[in-house]
Structure formats: C-alpha cells, structure tokens
C-alpha cells in the first residue's frame, strides 16, 4: 500500500510539472523607469574618412569624452570634448626654393553637446543592456601649422569644418552597476568605450 502510495505521487507531480511548463509564458514586463544619467563615458574612436574628419585621407585615433546628465524620461544630454592631430607631408618647390617635403600638422578640439534618447523600454529591453539613437551639435577648436621655410599655398589642407552635426546610434552592456562598454556608430566617428555610473 505504501508503494503503491508513493507510485501514484510521483505521477502526480510528473504530471503536474508537465502542466506547468505548457503554460504560456506570461509577458515580459515593461522595465520601470531607468535613470541614465550621471554616467561618464569614455571613448576611443578611428576617423579621417568622413564627417569633420573628411580631410585627413588616413584613418586616426580620436579620443572622446561627455558626461550624461538626465533631462527627462529616457533622455540624456552630455557635454563632450573629443581630441585628435595628425600630420600630413607635402612635397613641394618651385624656382625660387628647392623642392622637399614640408609636414603640415593639425591639431582639432570638437567640443558641443550629445542629446540621447533611450529605447530600452520600448524594445523591453534585457537590463543589461541600453539601446539609443543621438545627435552631438558642436564646433571644433582647430590649430594648424606647417613647416618653417613653406612658402607655398597654406590653404591646401583645408582645416576642419567648425561648426557640425552628428547622428549616432549605439548600445551599452552594463557589466555591473558602475561599469558598462559601449559601441557608438555615428555619422563621423564610431568608437567603443567605457561607460562608468554614478548613482
């Protein structure tokens, strides 16, 4: 009788875990509202081929940095610097000087603000992970100089662009609370980075 007993348990909860697990899986939901400001991200990019970057002709390392404050739900706006220089050889000389090459270096400053808004609860997003569109408007601080003894046309590299407008989309995984990586794409520059939270 006592076998018997636990026999007939042992196929009532086969049974009802079965049941269970063909239950529908009730929907994810919506995750509460997420603060994503107070974040300091840092960021390494590669450019020289488009945007105010367009001039170079050769790829570069670009160094970037905002900070997000919260201005409203799911959106941020970061005031940013980004830094990169470079220089360029130019062979040139005419009658009156001989011809050698002459570098030209430029050093730029991009510096405006990011504005970033969060799709995480649209997509319901894992909470690990952040997903955003953006546009950075700025201008950039340039200072450019060639060789001493060119007399030739200084306007042949054309300086960056001051005034610009991006558009960026990218996604962050929260390592942690305090750490996260990103990968930026933008219109000028995509970069990856780290993102550091401060609650």
Excluded: C
Aim: overall charge positive; hydrophobic content about 35%.
């Amino acid at each position: 009788m006592k076998k018997t007993i636990i026999i007939s348990l042992f196929f009532i909860s086969i049974t009802g875990f079965n049941i269970y697990a063909q239950l529908p899986t009730p929907p994810r939901p919506i995750p509460p509202f997420e603060k994503y400001g107070n974040t300091l991200n840092i960021g390494l990019g590669i450019g020289g081929f488009s945007g105010y970057y367009g001039m170079v002709g050769h790829t570069m390392p670009v160094f970037q940095v905002n900070y997000e404050l919260n201005v409203a739900k799911s959106f941020t706006l970061a005031p940013f610097v980004s830094f990169y220089t470079y220089s360029n050889r130019y062979y040139w000389g005419n009658n009156n000087h001989p011809y050698q090459y002459y570098n030209y270096r430029e050093t730029v400053i991009p510096i405006g603000v990011k504005g970033t808004y969060y799709f995480d609860q649209l997509l319901r997003a894992n909470p690990r992970w952040d997903f955003y569109l953006a546009g950075s408007l700025g201008f950039a601080l340039v200072n450019s100089s060639w060789d001493h003894g060119y007399a030739g046309d200084k306007n042949y590299y054309h300086n960056a662009n001051p005034l610009f407008l991006d558009i960026h989309i990218g996604s962050e995984y929260h390592i942690n609370k305090k750490v996260g990586v990103f990968l930026d794409l933008s219109s000028s520059v995509s970069s990856i980075g780290i993102a550091i939270h401060k609650f």
